[in-house]
């Protein structure tokens, strides 16, 4: 192999490691967070490919020359071993790249977020929004600082003496060593320790042990706040394609005009969470119209076509007596479920796949049961009172905690309500 085919060689192995840097580069400075002010960041990528080139040039001629003088193999031999030693140099920078820089955990393919609740001290009177904003909630690790967030009135609950204020950050590193800090106004802040592994798993859902400050060691004389956590699948909210949208759309409504009367109820369903108000309000028009099948979807096997039933009754102007008795069935199922929640470990593979089920259950219940209070069908209070009682004797998991203080705020809401006359008992 002569010389010109070496600089061959060399030449188009800079031109692939100039395309290959420059993506490289990309990704790397993204991770390392280089500034895009000022087009920094760019220049940082072309710079990068450049030196990509350079680097790939000479690779490239090295390698061919090395193959020449063996003897062995012409051009192609030459070409090959030169684009794996780039593609390998490059491998080994994106990979080292990766485990110099933050990146955050993820549990069945989605982020993490921490769950708070910070326990203000005993007979404190209700935070005002602007004491809540002003108070700083932040997540450390051994590493670095990680996120923080202000408290907001949202979520905010009275448990004896005693305010929970819940809050929520998005665990951005797999970094060890986590302590959480609250920062009050005119307080100095507390920290203390979030023991949770670089990546969380199920079990760790569970809520903590309250952790308490130690009095004895505060700078002034406030007694400070306690918190326990836990972890949450974090679900984003995905935006839709403005192009794409018109044809979701038109897809869609294909799909509602091929429908007749003698089409099964569950195909209606479908439509009853369509973001076209008019379809939406066809399909629950027409469930309402087929009360016996829509019974039989809401008792059915399907857990799917049983959620879209249990929402199409919650959208209905006016509950019928027909529906009291299988939305107090699904109630029955679901306080089913959270006995045996209650008897399982939360660690336990079969407590996790339960605590999606109750928590899927009893998001798609509950609006169904509101409704059907509200018209007198039902009695809501019946129906909430004991899976209220069966969530608060499981404290300790996100899921239950979720419907006790839900359940708790209907049942408070109708306290003083006057009792209806229920359709079933």
């Not at 940082?44 to 020359?65: D, E, K, P, S, W």
């Not at 071993?81 to 993820?106: E, F, K, R």
């Not at 950050?169 to 320790?193: C, K, Q, W, Y």
């Not at 069908?377 to 009682?389: C, K, N, S």
Request: charged share 25%.
């Amino acid at each position: 192999m002569g010389w010109l085919l070496s600089l061959g060689v060399s030449l188009f192995t800079g031109i692939v490691t100039l395309v290959a840097s420059g993506f490289v580069a990309d990704v790397a400075t993204k991770w390392f967070n280089v500034n895009e002010r000022e087009g920094g960041r760019g220049y940082a990528v072309v710079f990068l490919a450049l030196l990509g080139f350079v680097a790939g040039c000479v690779i490239g001629l090295i390698v061919a020359r090395i193959v020449a003088a063996g003897g062995r193999g012409g051009g192609w031999r030459a070409l090959g071993l030169s684009l794996g030693t780039v593609s390998v140099i490059l491998g080994l920078i994106l990979g080292l790249s990766w485990l110099q820089t933050d990146h955050p955990p993820y549990l069945d393919g989605r982020t993490v977020d921490l769950l708070v609740e910070i326990r203000l001290p005993a007979g404190e009177e209700r935070p005002t929004e602007e004491s809540l904003r002003g108070t700083l909630l932040q997540l450390y690790t051994s590493e670095r600082e990680s996120n923080g967030v202000t408290l907001g009135p949202e979520g905010l609950r009275r448990e004896g003496d005693r305010w929970i204020v819940p809050s929520r950050l998005l665990i951005f590193n797999r970094g060890t060593g986590r302590s959480l800090g609250i920062s009050r106004p005119n307080a100095p802040e507390v920290r203390g320790p979030v023991k949770l592994p670089a990546w969380p798993t199920r079990a760790d859902e569970k809520w903590s042990e309250w952790w308490v400050a130690d009095r004895a060691t505060e700078k002034d004389a406030r007694v400070p706040p306690d918190y326990r956590y836990a972890i949450a699948v974090n679900v984003p909210t995905i935006e839709p394609d403005d192009e794409a949208a018109p044809k979701v759309a038109a897809a869609e409504k294909a799909r509602f005009d091929a429908l007749d009367g003698r089409a099964p109820i569950v195909e209606w369903l479908a439509f009853t969470r369509s973001a076209n108000p008019g379809l939406r309000g066809i399909a629950v028009r027409i469930a309402s119209e087929r009360l016996p099948e829509l019974v039989d979807v809401i008792l059915g096997d399907d857990p799917e076509s049983s959620a879209k039933a249990l929402h199409a009754v919650a959208c209905f102007k006016k509950a019928d007596p027909l529906l009291a008795a299988p939305i107090h069935e699904i109630g029955r199922r679901l306080r089913t479920d959270l006995e045996r929640f209650n008897a399982l470990p939360a660690d336990d593979e079969a407590a996790v796949r339960l605590a999606r089920a109750i928590e899927t259950r009893f998001a798609d219940w509950h609006p169904a049961v509101v409704r059907l209070h509200l018209d007198n069908v039902l009695d809501g209070r019946a129906e909430f009172q004991p899976v209220h009682d069966l969530a608060r004797g499981r404290a300790d998991h996100r899921v239950t905690t979720a419907v006790a203080d839900v359940t708790a705020y209907f049942l408070a809401e109708w306290a003083e309500i006057p009792k209806p006359s229920p359709t079933v008992r």
